[in-house]
């Protein structure tokens, strides 16, 4: 059951982070074009992008692409190593990196609550809430500590090929 309810929510954020690239890329070139035939920018572009879309997709897909093996990973021990050790080995290579992204859960959820709490704006063409933008990042990275956690945890089965 848990398995299925992380997946179904790792499946929603990936949309979400998905959606984000389209829109970047639909901003920026809405942008170049406007700025081309009509000498008029797409005010909001740039702090849109930044502020709110780059940390939607670079977060919130993190679990996803870690469940599915699309991530990027420096390996100098080799995945499957026999006996307790190989174990021992296997689960460190998950639970340090879910220690790692929940520090950065907490910190980032702390800095995110605080922004929230006092309303900070980045002033531009729109008054941007930050709290808001923030809080994406421990959203991604805690559904990442989840799946870390899982895996670790959870047996694997071993298909015979």
Same mark, same amino acid.
């Given at each position: 059951?848990?398995?299925?309810?992380?997946?179904?929510?790792?499946?929603?954020?990936?949309?979400?982070?998905?959606?984000?690239?389209?829109?970047?890329?639909?901003?920026?070139?809405?942008?170049?074009?406007?700025?081309?035939?009509?000498?008029? +920018?797409?005010?909001?572009?740039?702090?849109?992008?930044?502020?709110?879309?780059? +940390?939607? #997709?670079?977060? #919130?897909?993190?679990?996803?692409?870690?469940?599915?093996?699309?991530? #990027?990973?420096?390996?100098?021990?080799?995945?499957?190593? +026999?006996?307790?050790?190989?174990?021992?080995?296997?689960?460190?290579?998950?639970?340090?990196?879910?220690?790692?992204?929940?520090?950065?859960?907490?910190?980032?959820?702390?800095?995110?609550?605080?922004?929230?709490?006092?309303?900070?704006?980045?002033?531009?063409?729109?008054?941007?809430?930050?709290?808001?933008?923030?809080?994406?990042?421990?959203?991604?990275?805690?559904?990442?500590?989840?799946?870390?956690?899982?895996?670790?945890?959870? +047996?694997?089965?071993?298909?015979?090929?």
């Amino acid at each position: 059951m848990f398995e299925k309810v992380l997946t179904k929510i790792e499946d929603s954020l990936h949309v979400m982070g998905c959606l984000s690239l389209v829109a970047v890329a639909g901003l920026i070139n809405a942008d170049i074009l406007l700025r081309l035939f009509f000498n008029r +920018p797409v005010q909001i572009q740039f702090e849109l992008t930044e502020l709110y879309l780059m +940390p939607v #997709l670079a977060t #919130l897909s993190l679990s996803r692409v870690f469940r599915d093996g699309g991530h #990027l990973a420096l390996e100098f021990v080799p995945e499957n190593l +026999p006996g307790l050790f190989g174990m021992l080995i296997a689960k460190l290579r998950l639970l340090l990196p879910a220690a790692f992204f929940a520090a950065v859960t907490v910190m980032s959820g702390k800095f995110a609550l605080k922004a929230i709490i006092h309303g900070d704006v980045e002033y531009g063409a729109l008054d941007w809430p930050l709290g808001w933008a923030y809080a994406v990042i421990p959203l991604g990275c805690s559904v990442l500590v989840l799946r870390l956690l899982h895996d670790a945890f959870t +047996p694997k089965v071993v298909v015979d090929t």
